[in-house]
């Protein structure tokens, strides 16, 4: 069992900054990637931003620029650090983790957060 827990969401301004955190725990043998996602009422859920175990991040082309994606290793969590934020920016923001589970068979598991939202006005 793996369990995700987000943070750091709220209301801000636009031109404003908030920084999301997701946690990761349980029978965790090692996080192959941990992401972020975003879904708007009305929208499908989309790609934030994305890190792999050896640092590598892809992101949204909306937010290159502005969103940046960290993790600690150490901590089995990954951040998104948001600026300049604008209106359509405002959605659920979910955490996602790709994950090798401890034990003998090593299994592979990939599971969501509760999501946190993000509100931006104009």
């Known amino acids: 069992q793996v369990f995700l827990v987000e943070s750091g969401g709220g209301l801000v301004q636009a031109g404003g900054s908030l920084r999301l955190s997701c946690a990761a725990s349980?029978?965790?043998?090692?996080?192959?990637?941990m992401g972020w996602y975003r879904q708007a009422p009305g929208k499908q859920r989309e790609l934030v931003a994305r890190?792999?175990?050896?640092?590598?991040?892809n992101s949204a082309d909306s937010v290159k620029g502005r969103f940046t994606i960290s993790r600690d290793n150490a901590k089995n969590t990954v951040y998104l650090q948001m600026n300049s934020l604008k209106p359509e920016d405002t959605a659920v923001y979910y955490c996602?983790?790709?994950?090798?589970?401890?034990?003998?068979?090593?299994?592979?598991?990939?599971?969501w957060g509760q999501g946190t939202q993000v509100t931006v006005s104009a």
């Open positions: 996602n983790a790709d994950v090798t589970l401890r034990g003998i068979t090593r299994k592979s598991w990939s599971g």
């Open positions: 349980g029978s965790i043998f090692s996080i192959n990637a």
């Open positions: 890190i792999t175990s050896d640092g590598s991040t």
